[in-house]
């Protein structure tokens, strides 16, 4: 099983946060990221903590209506 550390976490959710309001990221860290979830043997366990995954979706919600 891999883990992802707090760092990794941290690009992870960074990433993501970007994709989904189409802001601009680095082409280093999607390929650093990528990297981390190409062992096909494991399975990927994040371990987000409940409010943090909270605090994140209002983010994206804010953004998202910010640009409509």
């Known amino acids: 099983m891999l883990i992802l550390n707090d760092a990794q976490a941290l690009v ?10 189409n802001d601009t990221y680095s082409v280093s860290q999607l390929e650093e990221a990528i990297v981390w979830f190409q062992r096909e043997t494991d399975r990927v366990s994040c371990p987000f903590e409940q409010v943090w995954s909270k605090n994140l979706a209002q983010e994206i919600v804010r953004e998202l209506r910010s640009q409509g």
């Not at 992870?12 to 309001?21: A, D």
């Open 12 to 21: 992870v959710e960074n990433l993501l946060t970007k994709m989904l309001i």
